[in-house]
Nanobody
Framework: VQLVESGGGLVQPGGSLRLSCVASGLPSNVYGIAWFRQAPGAEREFVAV????????LYDDSVKGRFTISRDNNENTVYLQMNRLKPDDTAVYYCAASVIRAGAYDSWGQGTQVTVSS
């Protein structure tokens, strides 16, 4: 499994960004693709997850109503649309795949930096 993120950058507070995660080599029994983030000096934290076959989504409370996770079936790409960004959203964002066991993320991308600052 290979995951490649893109779409990060510098944005002003209140702005928007869309992150992409292109997945290759995914088996048919993948449980889901999730986004995590890690701010400087902090632990990596969960942001959102998309059930690969169910389409179900789950969000951390800190992003609920502002971020949307979605999938382009044709391109095997998972997106994270981020609106009304805040400085606290500044972090490296990673996508991850849950393949071996539901809820356990065993494949990770390299990350993309998101900086929210005026």
């Amino acid at each position: 499994v290979q995951l490649v993120e893109s779409g990060g950058g510098l944005v002003q507070p209140g702005g928007s960004l869309r992150l992409s995660c292109v997945a290759s080599g995914l088996p048919s029994n993948v449980y889901g693709i999730a986004w995590f983030r890690q701010a400087p000096g902090a632990e990596r934290e969960f942001v959102a997850v998309l059930g690969w076959n169910t389409g179900n989504t789950l969000y951390d409370d800190s992003v609920k109503g502002r971020f949307t996770i979605s999938r382009d079936n044709n391109e095997n790409t998972v997106y994270l649309q981020m609106n009304r960004l805040k400085p606290d959203d500044t972090a490296v964002y990673y996508c991850a795949a849950s393949v071996i066991r539901a809820g356990a993320y065993d494949s990770w991308g390299q990350g993309t930096q998101v900086t929210v600052s005026s």
